[in-house]
């Protein structure tokens, strides 16, 4: 039973869904497994444990951030013995590229993060995601007609308001699609343990046209998403 989280041994599947927002996690449960079950409600960030199609599937929430997403993470690796992880969130598009309610599949994470550099000693790391997961997801994603899909690099900032946003022109240049909060950190602790990890992130918002969807929007839809997640998990298992 680790601190944060709380489930008992054997409560947790080896495959988890990641979302930031608590009801989220909630949501997802509700909407997408069979006999779903509450494994923890340690400081309000729900964990829940049901099956799709057949397999068993956990749907953790983490908080926003990488400080908190790597408390979640590194106990679900160590604790639990999770063997992958794909985080299933919110993303700010940065190129007219994307449109809102858009897919980002993330094959990579840059990041103003110093969490890389305390790690590595000043060195620049480059976390990615795991290819097997990517390729199911893309294959996923492109089998739908409901949703239009990225595959390229995403930025996971530790500010949301930030208040040097002109800093990212040189990122977008250089391709990166969107904004978030938690990939890199994420990336790098599947790296450190020798497990799988990606990140679909659905757009809410728009950081060039200034478009957004609602709170209750990006707490209860976003579906594509979860079951490109979930697709995406079970054919690279």
Same mark, same amino acid.
């Given at each position: 039973?680790?601190?944060?989280?709380?489930?008992?041994?054997? !409560?947790?599947?080896?495959?988890?869904?990641?979302?930031?927002?608590?009801?989220?996690?909630?949501?997802?449960?509700?909407?997408?497994?069979?006999? /779903?079950?509450?494994?923890?409600?340690?400081?309000?960030?729900?964990?829940?444990?049901?099956?799709?199609?057949?397999?068993?599937?956990?749907?953790?929430?983490? *908080?926003?951030? !990488?400080? +908190?997403?790597?408390?979640?993470?590194?106990?679900?690796?160590?604790?639990?013995?999770?063997?992958?992880?794909?985080?299933?969130?919110?993303? *700010?598009?940065?190129?007219? !590229?994307?449109?809102?309610?858009?897919?980002?599949?993330? +094959?990579?994470?840059?990041?103003?993060?110093?969490?890389?550099?305390?790690?590595?000693?000043?060195?620049?790391? %480059?976390?990615?995601?795991?290819? *097997?997961?990517?390729?199911? %997801?893309?294959?996923? /994603?492109?089998?739908?007609?409901?949703?239009?899909? =990225?595959?390229?690099?995403?930025?996971?900032?530790?500010?949301?308001?930030?208040?040097?946003?002109?800093?990212?022109?040189?990122?977008?240049?250089?391709?990166?699609? /969107?904004?978030?909060? $938690?990939?890199?950190?994420?990336?790098?602790?599947?790296?450190?343990?020798?497990?799988?990890?990606?990140?679909?992130?659905?757009? +809410?918002? =728009?950081?060039?046209?200034?478009?957004?969807?609602? +709170?209750?929007?990006? $707490? !209860?839809?976003?579906?594509?998403?979860?079951?490109?997640?979930?697709?995406? %998990? /079970?054919?690279? *298992?």
């Amino acid at each position: 039973m680790s601190i944060h989280i709380g489930a008992a041994p054997g !409560q947790i599947a080896p495959t988890v869904l990641l979302p930031g927002d608590p009801l989220r996690a909630k949501w997802i449960a509700e909407t997408f497994l069979d006999d /779903a079950t509450c494994y923890t409600e340690v400081r309000g960030m729900y964990g829940f444990t049901g099956t799709w199609q057949g397999t068993p599937v956990s749907v953790q929430g983490s *908080g926003m951030g !990488q400080p +908190s997403m790597s408390i979640y993470v590194n106990e679900l690796f160590r604790e639990y013995d999770a063997q992958r992880i794909i985080r299933v969130g919110s993303c *700010g598009a940065v190129t007219e !590229q994307v449109a809102i309610r858009d897919v980002v599949i993330a +094959s990579g994470a840059c990041t103003d993060s110093s969490l890389n550099r305390l790690r590595f000693h000043g060195l620049d790391y %480059a976390p990615v995601a795991d290819f *097997g997961l990517l390729r199911a %997801a893309v294959d996923a /994603a492109e089998a739908r007609d409901d949703v239009t899909s =990225h595959v390229g690099l995403i930025f996971s900032g530790d500010t949301f308001y930030n208040p040097r946003e002109e800093l990212m022109a040189p990122m977008v240049a250089h391709g990166v699609l /969107a904004l978030e909060m $938690e990939a890199s950190a994420l990336y790098t602790l599947a790296a450190a343990y020798g497990r799988k990890a990606l990140a679909i992130c659905t757009v +809410s918002d =728009h950081i060039v046209t200034g478009e957004e969807t609602t +709170s209750a929007e990006r $707490e !209860q839809t976003f579906g594509a998403m979860v079951d490109i997640a979930l697709s995406a %998990a /079970a054919a690279a *298992g």
